[in-house]
């Protein structure tokens, strides 16, 4: 009868077959090795025959029987985890700039789907938080794809942390700031008294719509000398369409007063968004 073990990671789901750690159900595994039939154990019940040590397991395929042994070992994944492992830091800044959630929640998402990287440790401050990530190489490239998506300052940094016995070449851990503008997409921007409406950011790069006259435009890069005040989102609020012919009113949800909006657009909306500056209502489209 042919002998098969399998180690499992006794903290995620992985498992050690052929001198390689896979991810994904054992179950599947057992099914697609040695059988034509799913095991009749259940997944909970197979971990924990194996936890018991009732590791008995007898399978047939077109090959003949396999005895299947099991053992519970960390993966390599879960090791360095375990020991706190990291090869560089991504530092994310300005918790002012409304998007600096999602761009958390994008960081955390990748990562996370990026076969052999893992986050160590995480570190919220005032200012930001500090991801602590496995791969150095990894943390280039998604810095910079964050970067491309939710604009910013970057700034590199390494620091000498071993050296390679095997090599002898000098080890670096290295740092990567992101620092968000005070702005994000979604928001507005007054510039020179008109509202921008800022569509989307790539890199330096920032996509506006121009809310009086509607006309798209793009700015190489907007500093805080070059812009007079920012409306976020957040402020934006929905009111009462009163008239749409033969110009758009609105029912001003603190003064009750019927108001004309200053862009004026076609809709057959009850109610629709709209953004306050100095007095004045302007539709977000």
Same mark, same amino acid.
């Given at each position: 009868m042919n002998k098969k073990n399998i180690k499992l990671c006794r903290k995620c789901t992985s498992y050690f077959y052929n001198n390689v750690w896979r991810k994904g159900d054992i179950k599947k595994a057992l099914q697609t090795l040695f059988l034509d039939e799913k095991p009749k154990e259940s997944l909970p019940n197979l971990y924990k025959q194996i936890k018991l040590g009732q590791m008995s397991f007898i399978l047939n395929n077109d090959k003949g029987q396999f005895s299947v042994s099991f053992s519970e070992k960390l993966c390599d994944?879960?090791?360095?985890?375990?020991? #706190?492992?990291? @090869?560089?830091?991504? &530092?994310?800044?300005?918790?002012?700039?409304? +998007?600096?959630?999602? =761009?958390? @929640?994008?960081?955390?998402?990748?990562?996370?789907?990026?076969?052999?990287?893992?986050?160590?440790?995480?570190?919220?401050?005032?200012?930001?938080?500090?991801?602590?990530?496995?791969?150095n190489k990894y943390l280039i490239s998604l810095s910079k794809e964050l970067w491309? &998506?939710? #604009?910013? @300052?970057?700034?590199?940094?390494?620091? =000498?942390?071993?050296?390679?016995?095997?090599? +002898?070449?000098?080890?670096?851990?290295?740092?990567?700031?992101?620092?968000?503008?005070?702005? %994000?997409? !979604?928001?507005?921007? $007054?510039?020179?008294?008109?509202? /921008?409406?800022?569509?989307? $950011? &790539? !890199?330096?790069?920032?996509?506006?719509?121009?809310?009086?006259? %509607?006309?798209?435009?793009?700015?190489?890069?907007?500093?805080?000398?070059? /812009?007079?005040?920012?409306i976020p989102k957040s402020e934006f609020f929905r009111v009462v369409v009163v008239t749409t012919k033969p110009i758009l009113t609105v029912l001003h949800p603190k003064t009750y007063e019927t108001i004309r909006v200053e862009n004026q657009i076609d809709t057959k909306e009850q109610n629709i968004l709209v953004a306050e500056y100095k007095g004045k209502l302007y539709v977000i489209d």
């Open positions: 994944t879960c090791s360095r985890t375990k020991s #706190g492992y990291f @090869e560089g830091i991504f &530092q994310v800044r300005n918790k002012k700039n409304s +998007n600096f959630p999602a =761009l958390i @929640e994008k960081t955390q998402e990748k990562i996370l789907a990026r076969k052999g990287v893992f986050v160590s440790k995480i570190i919220e401050s005032k200012t930001g938080v500090d991801f602590y990530i496995s791969s491309k &998506q939710f #604009g910013g @300052e970057i700034k590199h940094s390494k620091k =000498l942390f071993s050296r390679d016995h095997m090599t +002898n070449k000098e080890v670096y851990r290295g740092t990567i700031l992101l620092r968000l503008t005070d702005y %994000g997409v !979604g928001d507005i921007l $007054i510039i020179k008294k008109s509202l /921008y409406l800022i569509t989307s $950011i &790539q !890199g330096d790069r920032v996509k506006t719509n121009e809310l009086k006259t %509607g006309k798209h435009r793009a700015f190489p890069r907007i500093k805080k000398e070059d /812009y007079e005040e920012i």
